[in-house]
């Protein structure tokens, strides 16, 4: 179905030697549509296609519509494996779209198979909000198109996927956007600026909070509804037997509701990675490890219910240790949130909220020192670097080694025991059978090789 991938280890991911090493070893810059350059640059529209079109996907969507007349650009063909939630989506994308640019609006494409968007030539970009057990894959045929990639979080599913997705934007020269979103808010930047300045001293530890998941799931074989392709939707995953609470709801006309894959781990992994790609990945931007690093031992216990279909862990706790000593401790709570504690004092945030040991830090402009990209709008971001190829705020290195903190601990809490790991080669030390869940098994047609 899909050409294979590569998995092997993407080059250095330093940040102002990034380009130069790319460069020496032979791999493209980004990549900037032909059709953008030249005297005429500026007013060319940047044509953006939707790949996923439910609860995320059409919220994102609509983001792209409302900053087209500030960024350039128009949402121009919308797809997804259900016909019904890509037709309505497309009504979404048009109707919005007229009442903010009228007559140039122009018509909305729905496509099926996200191969043949992939395929037109008048798509600089695509925003992927399938299923993460389907990220990689969509989001490396992507980078072999040449398409900018705007890519929900978790970035991928395995730790696997993230390296070989790594690979293929720096081989290809695209941009890649994880929709890791509190980048682009100035609570986070803030507090990771504080961090990273030493304006609480020493880091010592961190804490983590993320959200539980509860309810139960119908696992009764029910008949495929004719709208859903449900062999395209599942994609490289295995076969299971069609029920609702698998897929998401049939009836939600306003593509707004959680779908139930999110609570089963073949698909995905649970809080650990749907929140623990936020909250973790704020924890590493603090401690400077986001490009190029991580812990050294991971461990943690996680709660499964009997909860019938859904299988994800609901309670967990986790700690982390870092090769400098800091601890950072994890487990569920009410909301999302990541503490960092050091020497002279402590830094809180959540989203809409950051707290401080001293108040008067957080009326410190985050100016000088180590210097932290900056971005008011996440989907803006992308469509900016879209257009200039520079890397946006949250680039691939960065959604793959925060997802891969994740899956570290998603790995130790089923495993039951510690983890060593090796972030240096993304290798864990001395555990085969936690080495082979870096991976996972695919359908035919679907690899991660050469």
């Not at 690979?167 to 803030?190: D, E, I, M, N, P």
């Amino acid at each position: 179905m899909n050409p294979t991938h590569s998995d092997a280890q993407p080059a250095d991911c330093g940040r102002r030697g990034f380009l130069g090493a790319l460069l020496a070893a032979g791999v493209a810059p980004m990549f900037i549509p032909a059709r953008l350059l030249g005297a005429e640059a500026p007013s060319k529209l940047l044509r953006i296609g939707c790949i996923g079109t439910g609860r995320m996907g059409s919220g994102n969507m609509l983001s792209a519509v409302g900053l087209g007349s500030k960024h350039g650009s128009r949402v121009v063909a919308v797809c997804d494996a259900d016909r019904k939630r890509g037709r309505i989506a497309k009504a979404m994308v048009e109707n919005r779209s007229r009442e903010l640019h009228g007559d140039a609006a122009g018509e909305v494409r729905l496509h099926h198979d996200h191969r043949e968007l992939l395929g037109r030539e008048d798509i600089d970009g695509v925003i992927i909000c399938t299923p993460d057990f389907s990220h990689a894959f969509i989001a490396m045929d992507a980078a072999r198109a040449g398409k900018g990639i705007y890519l929900e979080k978790p970035l991928t599913y395995t730790i696997r996927e993230g390296r070989a997705l790594v690979k293929a934007v720096r081989k290809h020269g695209v941009v890649l956007q994880t929709g890791s979103q509190q980048r682009s808010s100035t609570y986070f930047h803030r507090v990771c600026w504080l961090v990273r300045n030493g304006r609480i001293g020493t880091v010592r530890g961190i804490e983590v909070s993320n959200p539980p998941d509860d309810g139960i799931g119908n696992a009764a074989p029910m008949p495929v509804p004719d709208d859903l392709d449900y062999l395209r939707w599942m994609g490289p995953t295995t076969d299971e037997p069609y029920t609702e609470d698998r897929v998401h709801p049939q009836n939600d006309e306003h593509l707004s509701s959680r779908p139930g894959w999110l609570q089963i781990e073949k698909y995905c992994r649970g809080m650990i990675t749907g929140w623990g790609a936020h909250t973790y990945d704020i924890a590493q931007w603090g401690l400077g490890t986001d490009f190029d690093s991580g812990p050294v031992e991971i461990s943690a216990h996680g709660e499964f219910p009997d909860r019938g279909l859904f299988d994800v862990h609901t309670r967990y706790h986790g700690e982390a240790l870092y090769a400098n000593g800091v601890v950072m401790k994890s487990g569920t709570g009410k909301e999302g949130s990541t503490r960092f504690i050091g020497s002279d004092g402590w830094l809180y945030v959540e989203r809409g909220k950051f707290e401080a040991s001293d108040p008067a830090l957080l009326r410190e402009k985050p100016e000088g020192g180590i210097e932290l990209a900056t971005s008011p709008n996440h989907i803006g971001n992308f469509l900016d670097c879209l257009r200039s190829g520079k890397d946006p705020v949250a680039p691939v290195e960065v959604g793959h080694r925060s997802n891969t903190v994740s899956v570290l601990h998603h790995i130790a809490m089923k495993l039951g025991r510690k983890i060593k790991w090796n972030p240096a080669t993304e290798e864990i030390i001395g555990d085969p059978a936690a080495t082979a869940m870096l991976g996972r098994e695919y359908r035919d047609g679907f690899a991660l090789q050469g």
